[in-house]
């Protein structure tokens, strides 16, 4: 079955630490995203990306960075920049320009201490 | 400018209810697609409909219905006999086709179906 793989469902780190989401998909997709929810917020963009080995920042990039080698995976890494890290983070995945079209991962649950 | 509002942060009923769901948005282009989505408590999002700007036909499926009215930017969603399982959070979101445009999310409405 093709899809979304998020891992680990929950996270726990502790405040300075820097932290990786993994994200994979097979659904053959070019584009990717990573979402941020807070409750009461919605889903805010911290980063996409269209193609491999380029990405773009979202409306909220500060204190996150992603790589993007590989057509299937994406993670995003929570650096100790990122003032409240604690938040739910959802990946998605899309057909190139059909950003209206996005298939969500799991999510994943982090708590930073 | 694009925005999607929710004004309904928690709603709750009483199982086999009808509820609707109010979703208004704003956008200067013509061209644009409206979406619904469900968030149930495991976390994921999963995809209820698309609508395009110039397809203002209502849509039934099942026990789910949608209102899009663009006289008054409106793109309402209705659960006719609610039940239990469809306790969720609902967003409604909005994107513009062509290239990249990113997709917009309301702040979702919290849906509580009491048995």
């Known amino acids: 079955d093709g899809g979304i793989t998020q891992s680990p469902k929950y996270l726990f780190r502790k405040e300075g630490q820097n932290v990786t989401l993994s994200c994979e998909q097979n659904l053959n997709h070019d584009a990717m995203y990573w979402y941020r929810q807070d409750p009461g917020q919605g889903l805010r963009l911290i980063y996409y990306?269209?193609?491999?080995?380029?990405?773009q920042k979202g409306d909220i990039a500060e204190g996150y960075s992603v790589s993007r080698e590989k057509k299937e995976s994406f993670p995003l890494t929570v650096t100790s920049a990122q003032k409240n890290p604690t938040a739910f983070y959802l990946c998605a995945s899309s057909i190139r320009d059909r950003v209206y079209e996005q298939y969500f991962g799991p999510g994943t649950r982090l708590t930073v201490t | 400018a694009q925005k999607v509002t929710q004004a309904q942060t928690e709603i709750s009923v009483v199982e086999k209810e009808d509820v609707t769901l109010d979703c208004v948005y704003e956008?200067?282009?013509?061209?644009?697609?409206l979406f619904w989505y469900k968030q149930p408590p495991s976390g994921e999002l999963v995809f209820l409909i698309r609508r395009n700007s110039f397809d203002e036909q209502n849509e039934i499926s099942g026990r789910y219905s949608w209102n899009f009215q663009k006289s008054t930017s409106s793109f309402n969603f209705t659960i006719t006999a609610s039940q239990v399982v469809d306790s969720a959070v609902y967003f409604c979101?909005?994107?513009?086709?062509?290239?990249?445009?990113?997709?917009?999310f309301g702040t979702g409405t919290k849906l509580q179906v009491i048995p």
């Open positions: 990306s269209q193609i491999v080995n380029d990405f």
């Open positions: 979101a909005l994107s513009h086709s062509g290239g990249y445009q990113k997709v917009t």
């Open positions: 956008t200067r282009d013509t061209t644009y697609y």
